[in-house]
């Protein structure tokens, strides 16, 4: 049974679900992707990540020097 994707990735085939997180000056939407090899992956991982924001936690500390961790 084939597996239903709506994305490809370096010939790799993912489950993608997009969720607007904001608006930018302009009033175009802000968008974040989350990829998972099935719905329900890439499903948890957007519940994960909302719920993140919910709880005050900054989302982006993956991409952050140390320097700026240790601002924080």
């Given at each position: 049974m084939?597996?239903?994707?709506n994305?490809?990735?370096n010939?790799?085939?993912?489950?993608r679900?997009?969720?607007?997180?904001?608006?930018t000056?302009?009033?175009?939407?802000?968008?974040?992707?989350f990829?998972?090899?099935s719905?329900k992956?890439?499903e948890?991982?957007?519940?994960e990540y909302?719920?993140?924001?919910d709880k005050?936690?900054?989302?982006?500390?993956?991409?952050m020097?140390?320097i700026?961790?240790?601002?924080l």
């Open positions: 084939a597996k239903k994707t994305s490809s990735i010939g790799n085939e993912y489950f679900i997009r969720v607007v997180i904001g608006k000056e302009d009033g175009k939407d802000i968008l974040k992707n990829y998972g090899k719905k992956e890439a948890q991982k957007k519940l909302l719920s993140d924001i005050g936690l900054d989302i982006d500390y993956k991409e020097i140390l700026d961790l240790m601002r």
